[in-house]
C-alpha cells in the first residue's frame, strides 16, 4: 500500500481544509488509519485515527468537536475534514496505515505518506 495525501494549502484562521489521503493496492480496507501533523520544530504528533472499518474515531484533545476524520473503503480513500482553523494548526500533515485495526500509537503505524502543508493565517 503506498499512500498520497492532497488537500492542503493556505487559508485564514476560521476556515476549513478537507484532507484526503488515497491508497493504492486491495488491502487498503484492512488497515487502521490515522492523520498526523508536525510544525517546524516540534515532533510529529497524532491528530485522529479510525478503525478499520470506521466505526469508532478518536482524536487529540487539541482537535476534537473541530476536525472529523472518515473513510471510504470502496474509494481506498481517507479524509480529514478540519473546521474553525486557528494558526496552531499550521504543519505538514500526514496519513499513515497500521496493522492494528485502530492505534493512536506513533510507532504502531508502519506506511506514511509524504505528507501535505497546511497553513493557518491569522
Known amino acids: 500500500v503506498q499512500l498520497v495525501e492532497s488537500g492542503g494549502g493556505l487559508v485564514q484562521a476560521g476556515g476549513s481544509l478537507r484532507l484526503s489521503c488515497a491508497a493504492s493496492g486491495r488491502t487498503f480496507r484492512s488497515y487502521g488509519m490515522g492523520w498526523f501533523r508536525q510544525a517546524p520544530g516540534k515532533e510529529r504528533e497524532f491528530v485522529a485515527a479510525i478503525t478499520t472499518n470506521g466505526d469508532y474515531t478518536g482524536y487529540v484533545d487539541s482537535v476534537k468537536g473541530r476536525f472529523t476524520i472518515s473513510r471510504d473503503n470502496a474509494k481506498n480513500t481517507v479524509y480529514l475534514q478540519m473546521n474553525s482553523l486557528n494558526p496552531e494548526d499550521t504543519a505538514v500533515y500526514y496519513c499513515?496505515?497500521?496493522?492494528?485495526?485502530?492505534?493512536?500509537?506513533?510507532?504502531?503505524?508502519?506506511?506514511w505518506g509524504p505528507g501535505t502543508q497546511v497553513t493557518v493565517s491569522s
Open positions: 499513515a496505515a497500521s496493522t492494528y485495526a485502530y492505534t493512536i500509537d506513533r510507532n504502531s503505524y508502519i506506511l
